[in-house]
């Protein structure tokens, strides 16, 4: 069973006790039943299966409970804490220092998507300001230098290796010697993998460890093949002092269950989670928030943190516009820039409460990134003087030319130009009824500033802007309700910092 399965599967049982006119004993051990076959299901170590179904049977006794307990919620939070504790190990990650050398040395098998990851934790910490550079030490794999060559360039991240060097530990020397003279602060050095646990890799592994002494061993860890990541991790564990674990290819439809378990086991804590082939699929691992979003409960501070990558606050000028009812079209445009920014919809689904990471499938979701981006094509055609009219649309419709300017600059027909600027007055709309709710914009606590009524008119407004199926899959109206107040909780601010705007075109 995939993970997105798993995830539906545990949330159905937890509901089914919502469903009960009484809560005991039988119910308990029906759920319990229900939630073990899942997770069993979903490639779990059985023996921790049954730990998880022993402990919350252990916290919850219905001779011992007092009468008027909330035994529904008590029920919740004890199965909610043991899937934390199945991927928890309980040690503190590793975590880097500002402002000095930081060595992170890569081990693993072939195949497991090393040297992908290690791109991708580059690309991770220099999106976050670091120094972060890339360094070659796999002399086993014909073109293993080709591939973090091009990773490299292609993510602008600087990089070591060689054509003619054939000894690893010389490569992770001199590479780790060079970044650290240049004021490296993360230094990456990827090592060779084998097709299998080979005397010779944890050899040379070992070697490379004593000659560049790193400050973190990651282990990345394939969630492909299952239960057998436990034996693997255990064996490059007694070999070198992992200390960290990243798991690969665990996005929604992966069986990932039983590498998620083989890591409580070694007692090394996960520090990321690849979710995908592109160097953005890739998320910092908490444990509680990942559980959260398994069993579509969200991830606020995940949500707010991706907001807060993009720099929001720092675009008064939007806000100003926001609360006199402005929105022009290059306003619009540099929320799709922001929407881009923030990563797959998909991901950023599965951080609101209420939705699971599988929200829309790859189709839809490539579907919608591909509108997105011809909808900014069109307004790449679009001049000045078109973008910042505060009248939007009006501008076309005095200029009938003007659309077929932009069609033939864009390579679209008539129609597509359009549907654009239809789409646009919608928003534009919308923005006006907003900039006329008093409190809106004032930050805290929306429900406490803003009128019911007024915001009961704003989420109709919303709802007649949005594309009926996208309506749909949000559970209509009442979804969308609550969305904005998740939004609008999790966020602490005002919906002006979630409207930022984002960079000139």
Known sequence: MVLADLGRKITSALKSLSNATIIDEDVLNSMLNEICRALLEADVNIKLVKKLKENVKSVIDFEEMAAGLNKRKMIQTAVFKELVKLVDPG????????????????????????????????????????????????????GAFDQLKQNAAKARIPFFGSYTEDNPVILAMDGVDKFKAEGFEIIIVDTSGRHKQEDSLFEEMLQVSNAVNPDNIVFVMDASIGQACESQARAFKEQVDVASVIITKLDGHSKGGGALSAVAATKSPVIFIGTGEHTDDFEQFKTKPFISKLLGMGDIEGLIDKVNELNLDNNEELINKLKHGEFTLRDMYEQFQNIMKMGPFSQIMGLIPGFSSDFMTKGSEQESMARLKKLMTIMDSMNDEELDNREGAKIFVRGPGRVQRVARGAGVS?????????????????????????????????????NPAQMQKLNQSIARAMDPRVL???????????????FQQGAGGGMGGMMGGGGNK
């Open 472 to 486: 749909h899959q949000l559970g209509g109206m009442n979804g969308l309700q609550n969305m904005m107040k998740q």
């Open 414 to 450: 008539v129609k597509e130009v359009q549907e654009l600027l239809q789409q646009y007055q919608k928003f534009a709309q919308m923005v006006k009824k907003m900039g006329g709710i008093k409190g809106l914009f004032k930050g805290g606590d929306m429900s406490k500033n803003v």
């Open 91 to 142: 040690v503190k990650a590793w975590t880097p220092v500002k402002g000095q050398p930081n060595v992170v040395m890569f081990v693993g098998l072939q195949g497991s998507g090393k040297t992908t990851t290690c791109t991708k934790l580059a690309y991770y910490y220099q999106k976050k300001g670091w120094k972060a550079c890339l360094i070659c030490a796999d002399t086993f794999r014909a």
